[in-house]
């Protein structure tokens, strides 16, 4: 069998001097047995002809979004849903605007637009374009919204100039996207749990008691999950955020229903704990609004932790489980207690005292504390929570297989 039989590619082509390796790519993936279709953008005819890339693809070449033909046999929904995979070379600084932008002007950005898979971006353009402040804030945003970035290259440019901007090679591009797919293949045997955001404890009909928190870094998690392979569940407090259909989502409010969400989701792989229980629920909630006094006494009892439900666990403990730690002092001292105290493989410890990451920013900086190793501890560095949960899944990946 070769490398990627069955899989199906989406190669979109855009217009620079460098399309002319995209030609090379696409023999690459035709060599080791993927389905290629094409799109040509307007300007990418004028570097490459949809006869050469017809030939070496051996699938057929789209071009113009209001072709009759096109949208009659394949409409630009459909083509998004049919690839494994979208990759984008070159892909020019006019592109990468346009991506950010959430442009669909044209066929390639309206299936981009559209789009639910993993895109993976190999961009190429003279060096001052990609050291320009725009372009580099254009490809932030992409990575936030999940695109891969592969390259560019330092080197000699068709411009005379030299610098970085080079489109990566075809072998490296192949590679990159066949070590993803090989990984998705393998993931795809692996059910993962994550819970994300607050939960509520009612003390009448309209007041609560509750724990701070967006769930961004739950959600970020769960997306990362799902797009390696992953069976993921998603067991999420009250939350403002939206997640892929290609996640199972369970909505729930209080502590009890999360606890029940998760029974119900196990046997799991792997089980991430990045909600905010509550440690307390209501003892005596009231059925009807509690009139304005001048005193009110509340009784409280503890929640079920669930983190330690799982992780002691006999008879269906995953062989992964994580748990978060969010504290604004003694950060590590605090995350190697419950480290020991919850029996889990890891805690992911981060400091939620900070103004620019943490609570409902979409930055984080965190230290994930290993049990299996002693004293060992891995910071990753403020980045976007989206970049976060990749090098987290990383991790994940690596463990799990």
Same mark, same amino acid.
């Given at each position: 069998?070769?490398?990627?039989?069955?899989?199906?590619?989406?190669?979109?082509?855009?217009?620079?001097?460098?399309?002319?390796?995209?030609?090379?790519?696409?023999?690459?993936?035709?060599?080791?047995?993927?389905?290629?279709?094409?799109?040509?953008?307007?300007?990418?005819?004028?570097?490459?002809?949809?006869?050469?890339?017809? #030939?070496? #693809?051996?699938?057929?070449?789209?071009?113009? +979004?209001?072709?009759?033909?096109?949208?009659?046999?394949?409409?630009?929904?459909?083509?998004?849903?049919?690839?494994?995979?979208?990759?984008?070379?070159? $892909?020019? $600084?006019?592109?990468?605007?346009?991506?950010?932008?959430?442009? #669909?002007?044209?066929? $390639?950005?309206?299936?981009?637009?559209?789009?639910?898979?993993?895109?993976?971006?190999?961009?190429?353009?003279?060096?001052?374009?990609?050291?320009?402040?725009?372009?580099?804030?254009? +490809?932030?945003?992409?990575?936030?919204?999940?695109?891969?970035?592969?390259?560019?290259?330092? &080197?000699?440019?068709?411009?005379?100039?030299?610098?970085?901007?080079?489109?990566?090679?075809?072998?490296?591009?192949?590679?990159?996207?066949?070590?993803?797919?090989?990984?998705?293949?393998?993931?795809?045997?692996?059910?993962?749990?994550?819970?994300? &955001?607050?939960?509520?404890?009612?003390?009448?009909?309209?007041?609560?008691?509750?724990?701070?928190?967006?769930?961004?870094?739950?959600?970020?998690?769960?997306?990362?999950?799902?797009?390696?392979?992953?069976?993921?569940?998603?067991?999420?407090?009250?939350?403002?955020?939206?997640?892929?259909?290609?996640?199972?989502?369970?909505?729930?409010?209080?502590?009890?229903?999360?606890?029940?969400?998760?029974?119900?989701?196990?046997?799991?792989?792997?089980?991430?704990?990045?909600?905010?229980?509550?440690?307390?629920?209501?003892?005596?909630?009231?059925?009807?609004?509690?009139?304005?006094?001048?005193?009110?006494?509340?009784?409280?009892?503890?929640?079920?932790?669930?983190?330690?439900?799982?992780?002691?666990?006999?008879?269906?403990?995953?062989?992964?489980?994580?748990?978060?730690?969010?504290?604004?002092?003694?950060?590590?001292?605090?995350?190697?207690?419950? +480290?020991?105290?919850?029996?889990?493989?890891?805690?992911?410890?981060?400091?939620?005292?900070?103004?620019?990451?943490?609570?409902?920013?979409?930055?984080?900086?965190?230290?994930?504390?290993?049990?299996?190793?002693?004293?060992?501890?891995?910071?990753? +560095?403020?980045?976007?929570?989206?970049?976060?949960?990749?090098?987290?899944?990383?991790?994940?990946?690596?463990?799990?297989?």
């Amino acid at each position: 069998m070769k490398d990627l039989t069955n899989k199906k590619i989406l190669f979109i082509i855009c217009g620079g001097v460098s399309a002319y390796k995209s030609l090379e790519t696409i023999r690459l993936f035709k060599k080791n047995n993927a389905e290629i279709k094409t799109i040509l953008t307007q300007s990418a005819k004028e570097f490459v002809t949809p006869l050469s890339v017809a #030939s070496l #693809s051996q699938g057929k070449v789209y071009d113009d +979004l209001f072709s009759l033909e096109n949208e009659t046999e394949m409409d630009h929904i459909s083509l998004s849903r049919w690839a494994d995979l979208i990759v984008i070379a070159p $892909a020019t $600084a006019n592109t990468i605007s346009k991506l950010s932008q959430g442009s #669909s002007e044209d066929l $390639a950005s309206t299936v981009i637009l559209a789009s639910n898979k993993q895109i993976f971006l190999a961009p190429a353009m003279n060096v001052r374009m990609w050291e320009h402040q725009s372009t580099k804030s254009n +490809l932030e945003k992409l990575k936030d919204y999940g695109y891969k970035i592969i390259g560019p290259l330092i &080197g000699d440019m068709a411009c005379g100039e030299y610098g970085e901007g080079k489109m990566s090679d075809p072998s490296e591009i192949y590679n990159e996207v066949k070590n993803f797919l090989h990984n998705k293949i393998r993931n795809n045997k692996f059910k993962a749990l994550v819970t994300a &955001g607050p939960t509520k404890e009612y003390i009448d009909p309209v007041r609560f008691i509750t724990n701070k928190s967006s769930g961004k870094q739950g959600y970020e998690i769960a997306k990362s999950l799902s797009k390696r392979g992953f069976e993921t569940t998603l067991i999420s407090g009250p939350t403002n955020l939206n997640i892929s259909a290609d996640v199972n989502l369970i909505k729930v409010e209080t502590a009890e229903e999360m606890l029940k969400a998760t029974q119900k989701s196990l046997p799991t792989d792997v089980a991430i704990f990045s909600a905010a229980v509550s440690d307390f629920k209501v003892k005596n909630k009231s059925r009807n609004k509690i009139k304005k006094q001048d005193n009110l006494i509340i009784n409280l009892e503890k929640n079920i932790d669930i983190l330690n439900y799982v992780s002691n666990h006999n008879s269906m403990r995953p062989k992964l489980v994580i748990g978060f730690a969010a504290e604004t002092d003694e950060i590590d001292k605090n995350a190697t207690s419950k +480290l020991a105290d919850k029996n889990c493989d890891w805690i992911i410890a981060n400091d939620v005292s900070k103004k620019n990451s943490g609570f409902d920013s979409n930055y984080n900086e965190v230290t994930i504390h290993y049990k299996d190793i002693k004293s060992k501890k891995e910071k990753i +560095l403020l980045k976007k929570k989206s970049e976060i949960s990749e090098e987290i899944v990383d991790r994940i990946v690596n463990q799990i297989n």
